[in-house]
Each structure stands twice: as C-alpha cells, then as structure tokens.
C-alpha cells in the first residue's frame, strides 16, 4: 500500500494547524466560555447556548496547535516498514508499521483517519473499507 493515508493525514492537521494560525497569530491564545459567550480574546460571541459556548472554547488555537503537534508525533512513530528487503519480516511478506509490528497502515493511523472519514479527499482504505479492523 502507498503512504496516501500519511499524505492525506499530514494535509488534514497542516490544514487545522493553519485555520489555528489564523484564528490568533501567535496560537498562545486560550479561549474561555462565560455563559452564553465566548471570550475570543480578539472579541466575543455570544448569544450561544452555554454548552455550545464551551464547546467552542474548548477549541480554542492553542489547544488545536498542541493536538496537531500530539497527532504529528503518533504519525512519526507510526511509518512504514515495508516487506520487500526487510530481512526483519521474511516470514510474512507484509508491510508492517515501524513502531507496533501491526499490519500497515496499522490501527493508530486507521483511527487518526477516520474523523476525516467524509472528506472528498480521502484515500481508498481497504483495511477500513472491508471493516476488517471496526472495533468490537
């Protein structure tokens, strides 16, 4: 299997890092919710339902930049080892990832990709696609 689902994985977090980026400069900004508003630093919104004003300070930049850096260092660990001249995996002929031994892509990666599962970009999975790896 080609490295795609990397591909796509990289674009989507490069994507929501930059959106972040945009959202405050300096991505040190932390949203808070005060009942039905939402302190932006940069302004408010308001009139939200007090949960949905949590919500959306719970998204804050900051947050969104340290879960991009957190999923970027899973996708790091998580590479490829592919079988052919590999004299580690002889016995099996499969692509394996790097850090677990499981089959590649392995599960990690399937569950990064799947939030982004309707996405037009998103590649043909075909571990994903035959539901061979749907949690119990």
Not at 30 to 54: F, K, M, N, R, Y
Not at 100 to 121: I, K, M, N, Q, R
Request: aromatic share 6%.
């Amino acid at each position: 299997m080609s490295e795609d689902l990397v591909t796509f994985l990289h674009a989507r977090l490069d994507e929501e890092a930059d959106l972040a980026r945009l959202c405050d400069g300096d991505g040190r900004a932390e949203w808070t919710a005060h009942g039905h508003t939402v302190d932006l630093c940069q302004g408010e919104l308001s009139g939200l339902h007090p949960a949905i004003a949590l919500h959306v300070a719970l998204h804050d930049p900051a947050r969104i930049l340290r879960e991009v850096e957190a999923k970027r260092r899973v996708l790091a660990r998580h590479v490829l080892s592919p079988a052919t001249g590999d004299p580690e995996l002889p016995w099996d002929n499969r692509d394996d990832c790097q850090y677990d031994g499981e089959t590649w892509p392995c599960d990690d990666l399937l569950d990064l990709a799947s939030p982004y599962g309707d996405h037009p970009d998103y590649p043909d999975v075909p571990e994903m696609d035959s539901g061979l790896r749907d949690s119990p």
